[in-house]
């Protein structure tokens, strides 16, 4: 199958009407279907398809326990109406990169796989690459075990319902010791390749970030009788910590983002009593993420108290910075150089990955694909299929030059 046909097959896939974004939610139906697509993929081509103990799923060109493996992928699943492209891009390129190594009639030195990781986005359950974690050993068990969606469903009830076994779950060190190198492709979620006229780049680094739950305590009391100086209304320093988190960010350089809220009792005429805001923040370096939040939280009481309201904050996530593997990003350099006789540019990003969550214990490296609008997390994201063409044609150069010399 071509990238064209492939990408056409996947499209309609958890595609909301309604929005034109995509649902595809960890361990949803959605997200059975997409892994359905990919185990029929990798069946056509013959690979060896298996999924792991954490529901990640495998596709073997070679014997898996040969070891010093090159393998390629992303992720499939989304962020509440989000783009075609973000995660699925990495996937597709993967199988037509591994489709044009074999039309090149290549000899593979090394075993090849094509991984498609699950819970990425983390949309579901309130924590991104939830698969990759788990494997890492960068999440326990007992973490795992209570993570809760929206709907009280717990992951492993969630996983259980989708046909995985939830015990199962955990470190999968001999898996990852079989890897000698991951290659993400990904699109790019900013315009710097389309500033600078590149079709494709290399990653740098990924920028430390996490993700702080902000609860503002109030008291419920009808909004029609209330005088407001009898209030207790947590939505004003709430809102008040909106403009503070991008107020910090602009002086800092850096990003701070509320972009999700629970309000109780959530009524139209009832002034709340509670207020739960969800701050991501990200910058180059540490230092610099510690000011933006330390600043953001020092507002945030200060407002609090102005207004008699409690403040809990509670950090939910975190990843500290991650430099991707040197060694490994001037080798993937070296052939993309010598390919397109073109110096590849390389670029720092905000958006975590499952090649960070996994550069702690395997060397890791990351190719983006221009984004021509810089749009992502959104049905508005784009890439051009002849930039998406490139994209093959550059990962397909990389799995070359790693595995079959």
């Known amino acids: 199958m071509t990238f064209h046909s492939m990408w056409a097959e996947l499209l309609p896939v958890g595609r909301s009407s309604a929005s034109g974004g995509y649902r595809r939610y960890a361990w949803t139906a959605a997200d059975t279907d997409c892994r359905a697509w990919f185990r029929e993929q990798a069946e056509t081509r013959g690979l060896t398809y298996e999924v792991d103990r954490n529901g990640n799923q ?84 007992e973490q795992a075990h209570r993570l809760t969606d929206g709907d009280g469903i717990t992951l492993p009830q969630a996983m259980e319902a989708a046909g995985h076994d939830p015990d199962a779950i955990g470190p999968d060190p001999e898996r990852l010791a079989r890897v000698g190198a991951f290659v993400e492709l990904h699109v790019e979620q900013g315009r710097a390749l389309d500033l600078s006229g590149d079709q494709v780049g290399l990653a740098s680094a990924i920028w430390p970030h996490g993700r702080w739950r902000f609860d503002f305590r109030g008291e419920a009391n009808h909004a029609g009788t209330t005088r407001l100086v009898d209030r207790r209304d947590p939505m004003l320093p709430y809102a008040e910590t909106v403009l503070a988190a991008r107020r910090e960010a602009r002086i800092a350089g850096a990003v701070a983002t509320f972009g999700k809220i629970s309000v109780e009792p959530n009524g139209v005429n009832a002034i709340p009593s509670l207020v739960r805001g969800w701050l991501d923040s990200r910058a180059a370096d540490q230092a610099t993420l510690d000011t933006v939040v330390g600043g953001v939280e020092k507002a945030a ?44 540019p390389v670029l720092g990003t905000g958006a975590g990955h499952d090649a960070g969550i996994l550069s702690g214990t395997v060397p890791t490296a990351m190719l983006f694909v221009r984004n021509p609008t810089g749009v992502s997390h959104s049905p508005a994201e784009f890439a051009a299929e002849d930039d998406c063409v490139a994209g093959v044609h550059a990962l397909a150069d990389v799995l070359e030059g790693l595995a079959c010399r």
């Open 58 to 141: 495998w596709a073997w060109l070679g014997d898996p326990a040969a070891g010093d493996a090159v393998v390629t992928g992303s992720h499939l699943d989304s962020v509440p109406d989000g783009g075609a492209f973000d995660g699925p891009l990495g996937v597709v390129s993967s199988f037509a990169a591994l489709d044009e190594l074999r039309a090149r009639d290549v000899t593979f030195t090394k075993p090849v796989a094509l991984v498609n990781f699950g819970d990425e986005e983390g949309a579901r359950f309130g924590l991104a690459c939830v698969g990759s974690r788990l494997t890492a050993g960068r999440l326990t068990v």
């Open 301 to 344: 009481r200060e407002y609090a108290e102005g207004h008699g309201i409690d403040l809990d904050v509670v950090r939910e996530s975190f990843t500290p910075v991650v430099e991707f593997d040197h060694a490994l990003r001037d080798e993937l350099a070296r052939i993309l150089g010598s390919a397109t006789e073109l110096k590849v």
